[in-house]
């Protein structure tokens, strides 16, 4: 699913037109990377939860090259899906085997 299509479904079941659904789309979006930006945690219950994992910088190699250069440092948005949501992928796995670490 897209974000258009996701558009549609929310103007579809909540008979709003599609300016409005667009709009609260945009805005639940807006609202976690607004708060990724500063840092903050985004923890949607039974679904997942968005953060920001920050990198250091470090010496790396152009592949092409060989050349040494430096890696500056960065901050890389994850998402981490919620206990319920790996029930749901995951029907047939009993719950031990679904406390898989992320890796």
């Known amino acids: 699913m897209n974000k258009s299509e996701l558009i549609?479904?929310?103007s579809?079941?909540?008979?709003?037109?599609?300016?409005d659904a667009e709009i609260i789309v945009d805005l639940f979006f807006n609202s976690i990377i607004d708060g990724l930006k500063q840092d903050e945690r985004a923890e949607l219950r039974g679904f997942g939860s968005f953060?920001?994992?920050h990198?250091?910088?470090?010496?790396?190699?152009?592949?092409?090259?060989g050349k040494a250069?430096?890696?500056?440092?960065?901050?890389m948005p994850v998402f981490k899906p919620g206990?319920?949501?790996?029930?749901?992928?995951?029907?047939?796995l009993k719950e031990s085997e679904l406390d898989f670490n992320d890796e």
């Open 8 to 10: 549609e479904e929310l």
């Open 12 to 19: 579809t079941y909540t008979n709003l037109n599609l300016k």
């Open 51 to 53: 953060s920001v994992k």
């Open 55 to 65: 990198y250091p910088a470090y010496i790396g190699r152009n592949p092409k090259s």
């Open 69 to 75: 250069i430096e890696v500056k440092p960065k901050r």
């Open 83 to 92: 206990k319920d949501l790996k029930i749901i992928v995951n029907p047939d």
